[in-house]
């Protein structure tokens, strides 16, 4: 069994994702990493305080991760899954997001059990994108909450989309692993979006533009039709997991009577509603 003291930033590679792949493979062209063995499924390198797993299994379904990670006797601190996303469009895309299921849990996690987010760390990783993306046709954006796995440690996902025509993108792969390896928390506050599409575009727009980071982030098609007992669950569920007790509407996002239902639920249930005007710009915009 490997030993490292102190706490560690573990980042994971699934054999089988080939973005996860080719941001390991920049990843070990850029920093000196030393072989801390295999154990059972699992390889793993180290660079100072960050550990590197790599595992054939998907990643999503990785539920057992935090007893894997203590048998091979790394103390971790916080994740970041390395991966491809996939969806129907086939945009380009370079995003970010934290995990967990509002409801059911088909595609892994436990269900209406949302994983701890690193809302400082992900939204610096956001940003950290949107400064050295130089390719115009990928889009910058976070994505909102969804799939598992379910893990104790705070985590997210930073992945390469949306199709197999991107997924194999080099100068993707690159820019992402600088992110990875330049990322940093910062001290901003802390609030959970709720509305708005799957990729979150005013959340991303108010993380790019004020200093606020944004942890979970609940989208449209999970109020759509939910009770009120159900959205107070939902934004208490994601505000807990957060560590935050601030929330940012997507409000034009929402029809008028919709947004006032919304709106008035949350400030009930003693959540503080913020909007941009509450926010510092950040230097420079």
């Not at 102190?6 to 080719?22: K, Q």
């Not at 380009?92 to 997001?97: D, E, M, N, P, R």
């Not at 601030?246 to 709106?263: A, F």
Request: with cysteine; net charge negative; hydrophobic share 35%.
């Amino acid at each position: 069994m490997f030993k490292m003291t102190g706490e560690t930033r573990l980042l994971v590679c699934c054999e089988s994702d080939i973005p996860s792949v080719n941001m390991k493979c920049q990843l070990l062209k850029k920093k000196d990493w030393e072989d801390a063995g295999t154990y059972g499924k699992d390889s793993y390198l180290t660079n100072g305080r960050t550990v590197m797993m790599t595992t054939p299994d998907l990643h999503i379904r990785l539920e057992d991760i935090d007893e894997r990670i203590d048998s091979a006797g790394f103390s971790v601190k916080e994740v970041v899954f390395m991966s491809r996303h996939s969806a129907a469009s086939g945009e380009a895309s370079l995003t970010v997001h934290p995990i967990g299921n509002f409801r059911d849990n088909k595609f892994g996690g436990k269900e209406r059990a949302l994983v701890k987010p690193n809302p400082a760390l992900m939204s610096d990783a956001l940003r950290k994108i949107s400064k050295y993306n130089d390719m115009e046709n990928f889009r910058v954006c976070f994505e909102v909450t969804h799939h598992g796995p379910w893990l104790e440690k705070p985590t997210f996902f930073i992945e390469i989309g949306s199709d197999e025509r991107n997924w194999g993108n080099e100068r993707a792969a690159d820019i992402l692993s600088d992110v990875i390896l330049d990322m940093e928390p910062n001290d901003h506050e802390t609030a959970v979006g709720v509305g708005g599409g799957h990729y979150a575009p005013r959340f991303t727009e108010v993380a790019l533009g004020f200093k606020i980071n944004f942890g979970h982030m609940l989208p449209n098609y999970h109020l759509e039709g939910s009770s009120d007992e159900e959205i107070v669950r939902m934004v208490k569920d994601a505000c807990e997991a957060s560590g935050t007790g601030l929330v940012y509407m997507h409000r034009k996002s929402l029809k008028g009577p919709e947004e006032r239902r919304i709106s008035g639920l949350i400030s009930s249930a003693g959540f503080e509603l913020i909007t941009s005007s509450d926010l510092e710009t950040i230097s420079g915009n």
